[in-house]
């Protein structure tokens, strides 16, 4: 059964760089054929995804966030992460890595999520 | 960019009542539509792809159908653990709708 483990700090400061890491277990991120996805979800509000990762490190952004996301992956470990630039309050959410189904259409396996906080 | 609606936003019914929630695309997705079920505090739970393919291990009670740019999920009779937030989402740049929230 794959199974997907957020982590990273729950509070960052305005303006640094959110930093979070996806564990994976289950499953190969290097094997290839799978989309590894971030996505967030705003306080009481709807989903929106920020880019993935698949297959020899290539990557996709959702373009309105595209300049200040980048998600990278260490294959020695079986993770990938997420560092998003010059946060504000704007980007407090809880912060989702999630794998697709296939083709990377839609998102079959999510992990549990992790709050992120932005403030001083 | 492709922009999802949903409809309603909330919906009250009760155990063994049906449920008929609606989402609508902006432009044409052909089939390219899931939907997804959350719970407080848990990750979205993929329930529908492809418009009416059922995902693994979900019950049959939940069906989906439409194309282009209507499409319904349907809970032939609800369950008390199927009240939840409901979500439609479609592939190009992954964009959900807004969710419709199934109470009792």
């Known amino acids: 059964q794959v199974q997907l483990q957020e982590s990273g700090p729950g509070l960052v400061r305005p303006s640094q760089t959110l930093s979070l890491t996806c564990t994976v277990s289950g499953a190969s991120i290097s094997s290839g054929g799978y989309y590894w996805s971030w996505i967030r979800q705003h306080p009481g509000k709807g989903l929106e995804w920020i880019g993935y990762?698949?297959?020899?490190?290539?990557?996709f952004y959702n373009p309105s966030l595209k300049s200040r996301v980048t998600i990278s992956e260490d294959t020695s470990k079986n993770q990938f992460s997420l560092n998003l630039s010059s946060v504000t309050a704007a980007d407090t959410a809880v912060y989702y890595c999630?794998?697709?189904?296939?083709?990377?259409?839609?998102?079959?396996?999510w992990g549990q999520g992790t709050q992120v906080t932005v403030s001083s | 960019e492709v922009v999802l609606t949903q409809s309603p936003g909330t919906l009250s019914l009760s155990p063994g009542e049906r449920a008929t929630l609606s989402c609508r695309a902006s432009q044409s997705v052909a089939n390219h539509l899931a939907w997804y079920q959350q719970k407080p505090g848990q990750a979205p739970r993929l329930l529908i792809y492809d418009a009416s393919s059922r995902a693994t291990g979900i019950p049959a009670r939940f069906s989906g159908s439409g194309s282009g740019t209507d499409f319904t999920l349907t809970i032939s009779s609800l369950e008390p653990e199927d009240f939840a937030v409901y979500y439609c989402?479609?592939?190009?740049?992954?964009?959900f709708g807004p969710g419709t929230k199934v109470d009792f």
């Open positions: 989402q479609q592939r190009n740049l992954f964009t």
């Open positions: 999630a794998r697709d189904l296939r083709y990377g259409d839609y998102f079959e396996y």
């Open positions: 990762i698949y297959y020899g490190g290539s990557t």
